[in-house]
């Protein structure tokens, strides 16, 4: 088994970097430089070069791909084969890795219907900060052999170790899809998103901005059909949607701090103050509130998604004393010597 | 003395009666504990954390103890932690769709609980009926719907965890995620190993409006297999996608009465669910899909009462086995679904080998396979001859590409295995998981992460990977 030559050129770098105390920012297409603290680093390790499809056969609804590989690379090999990958994370400014979409965890606008990038990854290959070259989980749906550390990589932002590749549950793509827009309050949007969630309605998507709102039917043509005429509205692009995930809407490209609030779909916290909801309500947006909603928020969490550099508020949610103290423990198993992308989650880790 | 009067008489300590919890739904290994407490409190359960980490008494934590793999075998120095007791239902949010539930109740009375509300919680373990929802946590167990729905780690926000020092914390929250690591999604298929779970927050789904299952037979094992990747190829994501080969059949029409087709090498069973328009266009592609694969008969529940039935001898296919033999050993590999003609064949030549019988119940969809190996415990050898056959069945899902655990976990009995699957650079990224959380090694000491030490006796000889160490050596 010939072992991936982009694995020994990181191994090394790592050791390097071991040797001679210097701290490393691992880094796919960069899309995601303004997500997290700034951090301090020495060097970068990229991911960018490392690309490819290493396999994919559709009827196991599985790919496993090289960290790099663009995810536009993803999408459009996924789509020959009428597959996609439902959580369908942002790829800012149209760029973004596999890698990188793992790192960071965020989600697209599906994640209400089909899950988060957690939800469908399936293993990793990382290397860790001794430099070792390790694979957890694997390519099936089921597997608990071993903590789940795939599971755990995603989302770390890279403070655990550097992903080589991943393997992740993909889907078929629905027969037919069909997004209706209305004009309404904020109010009235949230009431209907709540209220469509207890129904069977094969909704895939859900957002509110300017004084509309969009809702996305995913299914069968029978199934969207019947849901379309179900609910009304005007039928619109889909084009929308890339838009919201993106962070594209204009009123985003004029704020100088974007919050993202997670809440429980039903709660009224920082709703009135939202610009965008999405996610049934789940998911709420803040551009330039002028305060810090964390003091307001009581159950879900914050981050200031977007903020200028000099901005010194933490940009994710303090954690609790025992929670924290496990982050740290975590952190120093993996990356003893703190090398990989120090402060970009947290100060301590 | 102190921790008996925690719980204010609800242990156990006398040896007698001690023996009904000498081993979890694997019963091949036992051991009593050394003292049994059953709390019923968040402030107990700390107290006893804190009494045992101060001195350094292993803790064992269980629910209803159906594990399959030993997880919840007590250490015979230990305390066993029942959480049965904590058997509440405290809160059912009909906005957000979410219950709050103690560890102890038991999968089904959730769904049972909120059905009067239309709503469900989705992971259903054939064990539904005695298994708790904390220990599906702990396995991150599926059923036989998780093709659509997904397994525990899917379905549930939010924990309260009790630490091995006692301290009370929350992972995840009532939003969809929470920030830092993904801490909720490592705790599941943890065994216990890493906390105490004691407040579980599950997701709720809306019922489907109309639901259809249909069964096929085959007169060729490879044939029903290769019908699954084609269900898959064709755009259809069944809620629930099951096979059956022909003793397990034969089994369960025995025990049940499901009018399953006798004569069939292997059977599927599949559900769809969605609004009726969309059940009428799924099942006629399904149908021509499976008369394609080779079905010789196709055949649709007429009602709510055959639908039930048809599921119901799928769900006591194990009980329905364990009628055939006085023992059986239920294995629990995953593999990709490409490979499973080849897999069921080479079990068919393991049975040959090892000489004893074995029925194939599995979930089709997931590629998660339950042979179930019949033998008798009483006839010298026999069991050694069961496990040589399952250690040989997890050993070819892993050089298939697959994982010696689906759902059942590794507990004590496929811990040497897990030298197979993983390297020792692997395994030890596993015990600073472990020590991450449980720094003195209290939970559940000996279970799940194999020693370096043990596997080093093991695995003197065995090839990880295709490969061997020092290839250039000869061997032999």
Redesign the interface.
């Known amino acids: 088994m010939a072992v991936d030559s982009a694995i020994q050129h990181w191994q090394e770098q790592i050791k390097g970097a071991l040797a001679q105390g210097k701290r490393l920012r691992i880094r796919g297409a960069g899309s995601k430089d303004f997500l997290g603290a700034v951090g301090a680093f020495d060097e970068d390790i990229t991911t960018q070069s490392h690309q490819g499809i290493i396999d994919y056969s559709p009827t196991e609804l599985v790919m496993t791909v090289r960290s790099g590989t663009p995810l536009a690379t993803v999408k459009a090999v996924l789509a020959e084969q009428r597959q996609f990958w439902p959580c369908d994370p942002p790829t800012f400014g149209g760029a973004g890795t596999i890698g990188g979409a793992i790192a960071a965890g965020v989600s697209g606008p599906g994640r209400v219907a089909y899950g988060a990038v957690r939800d469908l990854v399936l293993g990793v290959g990382v290397i860790n900060g001794a430099g070792e070259a390790l694979k957890f989980g694997g390519q099936v749906m089921k597997n608990v052999a071993g903590y789940d550390v795939s599971r755990l990589m995603t989302g770390s932002f890279g403070t655990l170790g550097l992903i080589t590749d991943v393997s992740f549950k993909v889907l078929p793509l629905p027969e037919a899809e069909v997004t209706v827009v209305r004009s309404e309050t904020l109010e009235q949007a949230h009431e209907r998103f709540l209220q469509l969630s207890r129904t069977p309605l094969p909704c895939s998507a859900s957002a509110w901005f300017e004084g509309h709102s969009y809702l996305r039917f995913s299914g069968s043509n029978a199934g969207v059909e019947d849901a379309r005429q179900t609910i009304g509205g005007d039928v619109v692009a889909a084009g929308i949607w890339s838009q919201i995930r993106d962070q594209q809407l204009d009123a985003f490209a004029a704020a100088k701090t974007v919050w993202r609030i997670s809440v429980s779909p039903g709660s009224q916290a920082m709703l009135t103050q939202s610009s965008l909801l999405e996610w049934s309500g789940a998911q709420r947006w803040l551009l330039d509130p002028g305060f810090d909603p964390r003091s307001a928020l009581g159950e879900g969490h914050a981050t200031l998604f977007r903020a200028p550099a000099d901005d010194q508020t933490q940009r994710f949610q303090p954690l609790s004393a025992v929670v924290g103290g496990i982050h740290k423990r975590l952190k120093h198993q993996f990356d003893p010597q703190g090398i990989f992308n120090p402060g970009r989650l947290y100060q301590e880790i | 003395m102190r921790l008996q009067a925690i719980c204010e008489g609800h242990s156990v300590s006398d040896q007698a009666r001690m023996k009904v919890y000498e081993s979890d739904g694997l019963t091949a290994k036992k051991q009593l504990p050394w003292l049994v407490l059953l709390p019923a409190t968040i402030e107990q359960v700390q107290l006893i954390m804190q009494l045992c980490h101060a001195h350094q008494v292993p803790v064992v934590a269980r629910g209803a103890g159906t594990g399959l793999s030993g997880g919840a075998m007590p250490h015979h120095e230990g305390v066993l932690l029942i959480l049965a007791r904590f058997n509440r239902i405290l809160e059912v949010?009909?906005?957000?769709?979410?219950a709050r539930v103690e560890p102890g109740v038991t999968n089904l009375a959730i769904s049972d609980h909120v059905r009067p509300l239309?709503l469900f919680y989705a992971p259903d373990p054939s064990s539904q009926i005695a298994c708790t929802i904390g220990g599906n946590v702990a396995?991150?167990s599926?059923g036989v719907h998780?093709?659509k729905y997904?397994?525990t780690?899917?379905n549930v926000r939010k924990l309260v965890m009790i630490?091995p020092e006692g301290?009370?914390?929350?992972?995840g929250?009532?939003?969809?995620?929470?920030?830092?690591?993904?801490?909720l999604?490592?705790m599941?298929?943890?065994?216990g190993m890493?906390g105490i779970v004691v407040e579980v927050t599950v997701k709720l789904l809306?019922?489907?409006?109309e639901v259809a299952v249909l069964l096929a037979a085959f007169t060729d094992v490879g044939q029903a297999a290769d019908a699954v990747?084609?269900i898959?190829?064709r755009?259809?994501?069944p809620a629930g996608l099951e096979m059956m080969d022909k003793l397990a059949v034969q089994a369960a029409e025995a025990f049940v009465h499901a009018d399953y087709p006798l004569d069939a090498a292997a059977i599927l069973i599949c559900e769809l669910d969605?609004?009726s328009?969309?059940i009428?266009?799924?099942q006629a592609l399904l149908t021509q899909v499976l008369q394609t694969a080779g079905a010789v008969q196709v055949r649709c529940a007429k009602d709510a009462e055959e639908r039930r039935k048809l599921w119901l001898g799928r769900k006591a296919a194990f009980p329905a086995v364990g009628r055939l033999a006085p023992d059986y050993y239920c294995m629990d590999g995953?593999?990709?679904?490409?490979e499973l003609a080849r897999v069921l064949r080479s079990i068919a030549d393991f049975s040959q080998t090892h000489g004893l019988a074995v029925a194939n119940v599995f979930?089709a969809g997931?590629?998660?396979l339950h042979p179930l190996i019949l033998y008798d415990a009483n006839q010298p050898g026999q069991l050694e001859r069961a496990e040589a056959f399952g250690a040989d069945i997890l050993r070819l899902c892993i050089a298939c590409?697959?994982?010696?655990?689906?759902?059942?976990?590794?507990g004590v009995e496929?811990i040497n295995e897990?030298c197979v699957?993983?390297?020792t650079?692997?395994l030890n990224?596993?015990h600073?998981?472990?020590?991450?959380?449980d720094?003195q090694g209290g939970l559940n000491p000996g279970k799940?992460?194999p020693t370096l030490q043990r596997c080093a006796e093991f695995g003197a000889m065995h090839v990880h990977?295709?490969?061997e160490k020092f290839p250039e050596l000869e061997r032999f």
């Open positions: 949010d009909q906005v957000n769709l979410l239309g396995e991150n599926g998780c093709l997904g397994l780690v899917h630490s301290e009370r914390y929350e992972l929250s009532e939003a969809f995620d929470s920030a830092g690591y993904d801490l999604a490592l599941h298929g943890s065994e890493l809306p019922v489907p409006v990747g084609q898959i190829d755009g259809l994501i969605g609004s328009v969309e009428e266009q799924q995953t593999i990709p679904r490409r979930h997931d590629g998660n590409g697959g994982t010696i655990t689906g759902e059942h976990g590794v496929k897990m699957q993983f390297t650079e692997e990224v596993f600073g998981v472990k020590a991450a959380f720094e799940a992460v990977r295709g490969q």
